[in-house]
């Protein structure tokens, strides 16, 4: 099951579930008006949007979260790689109900093929909001010239429908064009996101990027902050993670050349007489060769929708990025994301180390039971993940069935020596594995291979063998920089 949540929809969530933590003080209404630092602490100076008032605001890091016109980033100075096209797009967002329209065939995206309005409709809620995003020949039509009454007409297009009402909400252009940032760190202020990496929503690709930037340092800046690692450890923030969100730009772009040639297959591209424009269409799909290559064009959306192996594949250090963003395999190497196996919590919990490893789970299991097509069984056996043996506050250590309890107490003694909270869980002891979706792959590690150290962003830091505990702990050693 896939979800489609509108990106204000999901920051509502999300700003109602952290105005509840007490360790958090959010404020609204601000911007961000200048920044100082020194080795142990960033002064930031911030404008009351309303009053006009500055106040200042002590820490020991800065995240900018800015934006891509982050206004952090142009204080710092900090210089981007960036590609620009000569494509114009316009998003319009727009409220109808597109039940009458798509019946049974539902579905998160629509293309539009008819040259009225050619593009595709995002259905983030069928009854509801919907985003139509199209190309713009600004010869033809200028983004100064657009107004309400041409969306309403291109809408009208869309649907196809008369008798459909909806509300233009609002439209605004954008051009199509990757930028990331050549360092995503000055000192003690760091850049997360748009303000480290913008690049074109064809693909999805940007809010998981974002996402695993801060997943990625938040736990080393906390590391710091208890004195468990060295401030270097921050430098490797910019190294792990500039990589990905190139290889995510690259992407995005690469999708959106490939939309380009699907729409230019089709002969319609530049044609402002709608009736030639559909006569060349039905003429290109009727050509045998020209119809091969709308086949191949739309073939070649494949990676656009189908990039797991983008999301969730990609390895730290790699020389190279993935070179199919369709295939994913799971990959038990350093720097890789753990893989996910569906697993089963065993009763009788063998806790080793001063936290509850228990404790360190979720508060509640997965609960996929809206899901209509999985029967009783298979909902029981989908409420925990190998992700999710992995606390957020922790180092996790997942290890085979023979893998002797006493190697492993080892390991943890080394850990703890130098603050390192290690969770151990054993494969047949802690846990097993449910149904066989991921789990070959993973037993056949942990019987090569003894077990996987994984770190708290949930990428593994090194395989650990029977024997090698002392060289795990100096690999651990070596990630804190002590």
């Known amino acids: 099951m896939i979800h489609n949540i509108p990106q204000p929809v999901l920051e509502q969530e999300l700003t109602n579930h952290i105005s509840k933590d007490p360790n958090i003080l959010l404020v609204k209404g601000f911007s961000i ?51 620009d096209s000569d494509q114009t797009m316009m998003t319009i967002h727009f409220n109808a109900s597109l039940r009458p329209v798509v019946g049974d065939r539902v579905g998160m ?19 509801g909001t919907q985003v139509h995003i199209s190309q713009v020949d600004v010869k ?12 309403r007409a291109k809408i009208r297009g869309a649907i196809g429908k008369e008798d459909v009402p909806f509300d233009i909400l609002s439209f605004r252009p954008w051009v199509f064009r990757r930028q990331v940032a050549h360092t995503f760190q000055e000192g003690n202020i760091f850049l997360a996101g748009d303000a480290a990496h913008s690049f074109p929503p064809t693909g ?34 910019t190294s792990e993670r500039r990589g990905v969100a190139d290889s995510y730009s690259r992407q995005s772009v690469k999708n959106g050349k490939e939309i380009f040639a699907l729409l230019q297959s089709l002969k319609t591209v530049g044609v402002e007489d709608v009736a030639q424009a559909r006569k060349n269409m039905a003429d290109a799909l009727a050509d045998p060769i020209q119809h091969s ?58 806790s080793t180390g001063k936290t509850d490893k228990y404790e360190a789970l979720p508060q509640e299991p997965i609960d996929v039971s809206y899901v209509r097509e999985l029967e009783k069984r298979e909902v029981e056996s989908r409420q925990w993940s ?19 309890t006493s190697q492993a107490l080892i390991l943890n003694e080394g850990c703890d020596s130098i603050g390192v909270n290690l969770n151990i869980w054993r494969l047949g002891v802690d846990f097993e594995f449910e149904g066989v979706e991921g789990v070959q792959v993973f037993e056949d590690e942990l019987v090569e291979r003894g077990g996987v150290l994984v770190r708290p962003d949930q990428h593994i830091l090194a395989r650990v063998s029977l024997g090698e505990e002392e060289e795990t702990l100096q690999n651990v050693k070596a990630h804190l920089a002590v």
């Open 204 to 237: 999805g690709l940007g809010l998981n990027c974002g996402l695993a930037d801060v997943h990625n340092l938040a736990y080393k800046i906390a590391l710091v902050h208890r004195g468990v690692a060295r401030p270097s450890i921050l430098s490797t923030y």
């Open 33 to 83: 008006h200048a920044v100082d630092q020194t080795d142990s602490e960033v002064l930031a100076t911030i404008e009351d949007r309303t009053t006009g008032n500055l106040h200042q605001v002590k820490s020991r890091h800065l995240i900018a979260c800015d934006g891509r016109k982050s206004k952090v980033r142009e204080l710092l100075g900090i210089e981007s790689e960036s590609e």
């Open 293 to 350: 290559n709308v086949e191949a064009g739309i073939e070649g959306q494949r990676e656009h929708f189908d990039n797991l192996e983008l999301h969730i594949g990609y390895v730290y250090g790699a020389l190279k990025p993935p070179p199919h963003a369709s295939h994913y395999s799971p990959k038990f190497v350093a720097g890789a994301r753990l893989p996910h196996a569906w697993v089963k919590i065993l009763d009788q919990p063998v």
């Open 109 to 127: 995206l629509y293309w539009i093929m008819d040259p009225i309005a050619a593009g595709f409709i995002i259905g983030y809620d069928l009854d």
């Open 140 to 151: 033809q039509h200028p983004v100064e010239s657009w107004t309400g009454e041409l969306c």
């Open 386 to 404: 190998t992700l999710d043996l992995c606390g957020p506050d922790s180092w996790t250590l997942i290890v085979g069935r023979d893998q002797p």
